[in-house]
């Protein structure tokens, strides 16, 4: 399969989703496409500026924006932060 399914929290919401992320997706990219679709999904209530990162929500350990998806070894219900 080349895609996963993660679990992405947004604290500042409280809400939490299932993504489809594609293995080769590097972090940057996640972020940016993740911010996107949730500033769609609120009418803009939710506006992340430019520094928005994702993290582990297991040990907080922020996500190199260079890595890919496979290259964290992110499995299906591996959880995600957008901080």
């Known amino acids: 399969m080349n895609k996963v399914m993660v679990k992405l929290c ?11 992320l594609p293995r080769t997706l590097s972090v940057s990219q996640a972020t940016k496409l993740i911010a996107s679709f949730f500033v769609g999904m609120t ?14 929500m297991e040990d907080g350990n922020i996500y190199n924006v260079n ?13 995600l932060m957008l901080i």
């Open 10 to 20: 947004i604290p500042v919401t409280g809400e939490s989703y299932d993504l489809l």
């Open 43 to 56: 009418g803009g209530a939710y506006i992340p500026d430019e520094d928005a990162v994702l993290c582990s």
């Open 67 to 79: 890595s890919s998806v496979e290259d964290l070894h992110l499995q299906n219900g591996s959880r």
